[in-house]
């Protein structure tokens, strides 16, 4: 902080070296605004309001039937109306701005100033405009803005009728138009579902919907088909083992005897497991160990309980040959009827499994052009669609154009009310003299500071030690002071005074000057 304010201390000391070089340029500065501010010509304001009645009790009860402008679109209607050229041409000729010999340049030059000029705002609410316009005579500003308040009230919107005479012209051309392409999409569309009929489905689906349901279908009955064909070859393997045991019951008898001698799985797998645990105790003990001697006589009473049951299983077996010989031929003839039915039924099942096979062919080589049908039948739906929707909004459009003519020619389209006649203000409305004073004062003394900054920059020098060893980077051994006599504090002190002076003037004179402009305007 200390250093950036004895950087600003520096500047400012060097800045007072050059200080008369600011307060003269301040004075110039000063002289040429307050001279250009004082040549700049007053402008006078002209002035008056108009209404402008659109609304009529016809259009609220017509409303969404017929055409009516909003306020926005009636304002920019009369915007384009009176701010054009040919209306402008037609004022400078009703305003007699037109008495002077002007070459063509001139007469453009006019127009293109009084477009600018002109103004038409609203005020007060919708539909109440105020029309104005700014010059140096007060006369020919009043006599601009009446000129443009009678061309806006006899500008009489009745080409409205002829706009909306056009716009049925227009529109009933467009309706023959769409009406032949609406019929040409029609008979285009009805010539492709000709040609495609076989393409569409019962129930509207497209062709990979037929074809995935298709798919289905088939793998559906392929697998049915496969449980119809497990089920005959059961029956059959079924059918076969009845013959065989038909053909030999006693060997049969036989060997249900021997695998009923050997049906003990449940006691074999113990003593199997009791001789296990017995040759892994024998290498540890001897046969008088308590669990060696547990383990075999288990064993033995196992082994009597299995010689037990085999022999009731074998005497059991003996009454079996008899009570099956009297069934077999009651199973024989079942086997024999379910048989029939499972051929039956697997040669329905491998017909509709061709036929969908058939079919999901068919389908397969219609999906090969599908993709070029569907795009032709979207085209030209999609053509029938905006075609129609074209033609039904023109239709409408050209309705509600009928509408319209007829409620402008019995309600009339605006009423034109002059609230105040054309008026100029007493006073000048431009320039703001006080405003550009102060503006050129404040340019002067913006003026003087730069000069004398610039001047400090463009002739430095050294005003301590401390900005000369930070200059040069090397140490200052000593420093000479300078002894002030009398005679050059007194000569220092008069310049200074000189200063004020030369400043407090500047200011007194602005000071004046905004004094008597004011004193100018309060009268």
């Known amino acids: 902080m200390e250093e950036l304010v004895r950087q600003l201390l520096g500047i400012a000391r060097g800045m007072w070296r050059f200080r008369w070089l600011g307060v003269l340029v301040a004075w110039i500065v000063a002289i040429v605004g307050g001279v250009v501010v004082f040549q700049i010509p007053d402008r006078y304001e002209a002035d008056a309001r108009l209404y402008v009645d659109t609304q009529s009790i016809l259009k609220p009860l017509m409303s969404g039937l017929a055409v009516q402008p909003n306020v926005d679109q009636q304002v920019g209607m009369l915007s384009r109306t009176l701010i054009s050229r040919p209306n402008i041409e037609k004022l400078i000729r009703m305003a007699d701005l037109d008495l002077k010999d002007r070459s063509k340049a001139q007469q453009d030059a ?81 010539a492709f579902r000709l040609r495609n009929v076989e393409r569409q489905a019962a129930d509207g689906s497209d062709a990979a919907s037929s074809l995935s349901g298709i798919a289905t279908q088939l793998d559906q009955a392929k697998l049915e088909l496969r449980e119809a064909e497990n089920a005959r070859d059961q029956v059959k393997a079924q059918l076969e083992g009845e013959k065989s045991s038909s053909a030999s019951i006693a060997t049969q008898s036989l060997l249900q005897e021997s695998a009923i001698s050997i049906s003990t799985p449940e006691i074999d797998a113990r003593i199997a497991g009791l001789k296990s645990n017995l040759d892994a105790l024998l290498p540890r003990f001897t046969e008088q160990h308590p669990d060696i001697i547990s383990i075999r006589r288990l064993i033995e009473d196992l082994e009597e309980q299995k010689r037990k049951e085999v022999q009731e299983k074998r005497l059991a077996a003996a009454a079996m040959p008899t009570a099956s010989s009297n069934n077999r031929s009651v199973a024989y003839q079942e086997l024999s009827r379910m048989l029939a039915v499972s051929e039956v039924q697997v040669a329905a099942l491998r017909a509709r499994v061709a036929e969908y096979q058939a079919r999901l062919n068919q389908a397969r080589e219609r999906m090969k052009t599908a993709p070029q049908v569907q795009a032709e039948a979207a085209q030209l739906n999609r053509d029938y669609d905006i075609n129609k929707k074209n033609y039904q909004d023109l239709v409408a459009r050209r309705q509600s154009a009928v509408m319209s003519g007829e409620l402008d020619d019995a309600s009339g389209v605006a009423d034109f009310r002059l609230i105040d006649p054309p008026r100029v203000s007493p006073k000048p409305v431009w320039p703001n ?30 005003l301590d030690a401390g900005a000369l060893r930070d200059k040069i980077k090397l140490p200052v051994l000593g420093v000479v002071s300078m002894v002030v006599s009398d005679t050059q504090r007194k000569r220092e002190r008069a310049s200074l005074m000189r200063f004020l002076a030369a400043c407090g003037s500047l200011l007194g004179v602005f000071g004046a000057g905004l004094a008597a402009m004011a004193i100018m305007a309060g009268r």
Request: no cysteine; net charge positive; glycine share 6%.
């Open 110 to 190: 006019l127009v293109e100033s009084l477009m600018k000029e002109l103004k038409i705002n609203i005020t007060g609410g919708n539909n109440l405009y105020t029309l104005s316009f700014r010059d140096a005579d007060p006369a020919k500003a009043k006599r601009v803005v009446q000129s443009l308040v009678s061309i806006f009230v006899e500008s009489s919107l009745g080409a409205s009728r002829k706009d909306t005479d056009q716009a049925k012209v227009f529109l009933g051309e467009q309706i023959k138009a769409y009406e032949r392409k609406l019929e040409e999409a029609e008979a285009k569309l009805l």
């Open 433 to 462: 003299r006080t405003l550009y004073l102060l503006l050129a004062l404040l340019a002067a003394l913006a003026a003087g500071t730069f000069s004398a900054f610039a001047g400090s920059q463009l002739r430095p020098v050294f």
